[in-house]
């Protein structure tokens, strides 16, 4: 095996870490080390963080640019399909497609699908390059790249750890270019997935509270939650009673339970006003998640909504939320 703590091997190694790779086939012994280790560590995992939003910033728009693209292309051929209309009809229908445009963002679907066959295609190229120098199986270099790219570093497969290579600079500069470009792919479509990975749970969510929700009984009339005793005067001739004023015709529930003069149960008011309890909650958590009507920024000075790769989402596709 070649020197591991050579110029090119000191700087594998440092890649691997700040990248949070780290296949532990090469680690500091000295206290020193350890310490140098910590610091840059520390700064330089920020670092490559901030490089990968960048890329996922970048990559994104230039998805949501093409895509936008396309789809304009695709309204003006339907819209330039029926060669009868007038101008005025075309100026109207022109405005018409630029608001529509205006608000228009890529499905995250779409954009999950072009970077997943991006993905396949780097692991795939760099495989083909791993497979002859390396001596390892085509599917062993395909796990090795889906283990690099997703900076998982089991490091039982690991490149560049043999005495000699031919063209041994093109191949460490080749690999460095594949392990650069596969994490910066894996790493955006994670968090693509993670979007749609969310919408699936949310509409899970909705769907089992819809099955788990009682549906409230029908009311069988106005209820008061008093019935005041003057209200009502019962005559009482030949056994028989009469109501001359406003009378209440009682539940099936509470029936023979309840007299005029008997103000309504707990568990009855709860009953019957549960709609209403329901709505109160809602209208109370969106409020609260609006931060009282809300801007960027909320009063308490923190940041409102989502920060980081969430926020490029967000903002680019608009669905970060269903």
């Not at 296949?23 to 920020?46: D, E, H, N, Q, S």
């Not at 029908?218 to 019935?227: D, E, P, Q, V, Y």
């Amino acid at each position: 095996k070649r020197p591991r703590w050579d110029f090119s091997g000191s700087f594998y190694f440092v890649g691997t870490v700040i990248s949070t790779i780290g296949f532990g086939m090469t680690t500091p012994r000295t206290v020193p080390g350890k310490i140098v280790l910590i610091f840059y560590g520390f700064f330089g995992c920020a670092s490559a963080i901030l490089f990968f939003n960048l890329f996922l910033e970048r990559i994104i728009t230039f998805l949501a640019y093409i895509l936008r693209a396309v789809h304009e292309r695709e309204m003006r051929r339907k819209s330039g399909g029926n060669g009868s209309r007038d101008s005025r009809d075309r100026r109207s229908s022109q405005t018409s497609d630029d608001d529509h445009l205006d608000t228009w963002k890529p499905s995250v679907y779409w954009v999950m699908l072009i970077l997943l066959l991006g993905a396949i295609i780097v692991a795939c190229c760099a495989s083909a390059m791993y497979h002859p120098v390396e001596n390892w199986t085509y599917f062993d270099a395909i796990y090795f790249c889906f283990v690099t790219f997703a900076t998982i570093g089991f490091g039982d497969l690991v490149v560049s750890q043999k005495s000699d290579y031919d063209y041994v600079q093109l191949y460490r500069i080749g690999n460095f270019i594949f392990i650069v470009i596969g994490c910066c792919c894996i790493y955006s479509l994670f968090n693509v997935t993670s979007i749609v990975i969310k919408q699936f749970l949310n509409w899970l969510i909705q769907k089992m509270n819809c099955r788990c929700r009682r549906r409230p009984k029908k009311s069988t009339g106005r209820r008061n939650a008093i019935t005041p005793g003057h209200l009502q005067r019962h005559s009482k001739s030949n056994g028989s009673t009469k109501a001359h004023s406003v009378t209440v015709e009682p539940d099936s529930d509470s029936e023979g339970r309840r007299n005029s003069d008997e103000m309504i149960s707990m568990r009855d008011f709860l009953n019957a006003n549960k709609i209403s309890l329901a709505m109160m909650q809602k209208q109370l958590w969106e409020t609260s998640q609006r931060g009282g009507g809300g801007g960027g920024v909320s009063n308490g000075g923190g940041f409102q909504g989502p920060v980081g790769p969430l926020a490029i989402l967000d903002r680019k596709l608009g669905q970060e939320e269903v």
